[in-house]
Every structure is written in structure tokens, then in C-alpha cells.
């Protein structure tokens, strides 16, 4: 099934990978569809009745693409590919995090699509991928 994220504020501030189980084909009253969702963690204080909050990342049914420049994405071809995402901090500041990609074609402009791994929101390392760790604490400029 599909990824999802899975938080609780009362337990743990990082979120838990979790995978879609079961979508209902009904719609309830407020035109949500109720998901079952699998937790792939083994968090003791997990328990039943925790109120918690998913994030799934659904199909864009526009379809509409993340592009980011080649030069963003690291690791050779026939290897896993990556790209470093930075978590903000602060106002400018942020912290590079290491995240596997799965890209696409590549378009005009030398721009590639990445198909799973990145959110459209979120921000991409543009310089010095390859001489950068994860954890690294930057300073994010426009």
C-alpha cells in the first residue's frame, strides 16, 4: 500500500511511517473516506484511543510534476539517487536532511522529475551536494 506519516503529539514529536491498509469506497457524512492505516513502529506507548494526525501523499490528479534541477540530485546512474532537503528551523535557518528520490525524464532547462520523495513545498539544497552531510545546520537564502 501507500505511504503515509503518522504523528502523535502526546507520544513522540518525530512521525511514524505507517502504510495504508484500507481506504473505504463510502464516503461519510462529511465526504471523507475513512482509511485504516498500519504502523510500521513498535513504539511501547502506542495504545488504543490516541488521537494522532496522518499525512498520505496522494497522486496529483492535475497532473502536475516536481521538477528540481539535475544538478540538485546526487548519486550516480543505476545507483539510488538523492537529494538534500532542508528542514526550516527558524526564520533562515534549517537543518539538511539526506532523502531518497525516485526520478524521472529529464525536461528542458536541465530540470528532472522526481517521481517519489519530495513534496512540492518543500526546500532542496541547490549548492554543494555533493561536499554536504545530513545534519548539517544551514542558513536558507531566497
Do not use: W
Amino acid at each position: 500500500g501507500m505511504k503515509a506519516k503518522v504523528s502523535f503529539p502526546t507520544v513522540d514529536k518525530q512521525p511514524m511511517d505507517a502504510t495504508v491498509k484500507k481506504v473505504s469506497p463510502q464516503a461519510s457524512e462529511n465526504t471523507t473516506y475513512p482509511v485504516t492505516l498500519t504502523i510500521n513502529d513498535n513504539n511501547a506507548n502506542l495504545r488504543d484511543g490516541l488521537d494522532g494526525e496522518a499525512a498520505l501523499s496522494l497522486p496529483n490528479p492535475n497532473g502536475a510534476t516536481i521538477r528540481v534541477p539535475i544538478s540538485c540530485v546526487a548519486g550516480a546512474a543505476g545507483e539510488q539517487r538523492f537529494v538534500f532537503v532542508i528542514k526550516k528551523t527558524g526564520e533562515r535557518l534549517g537543518v539538511v536532511e539526506k532523502r531518497s528520490v525516485k526520478v524521472g525524464s529529464l525536461a528542458e532547462n536541465s530540470m528532472v522529475q522526481i517521481l517519489e520523495g519530495l513534496a512540492a513545498e518543500e526546500i532542496v539544497l541547490a549548492r554543494g551536494v555533493h561536499r554536504i552531510e545530513a545534519g548539517t545546520e544551514v542558513r536558507i537564502s531566497e
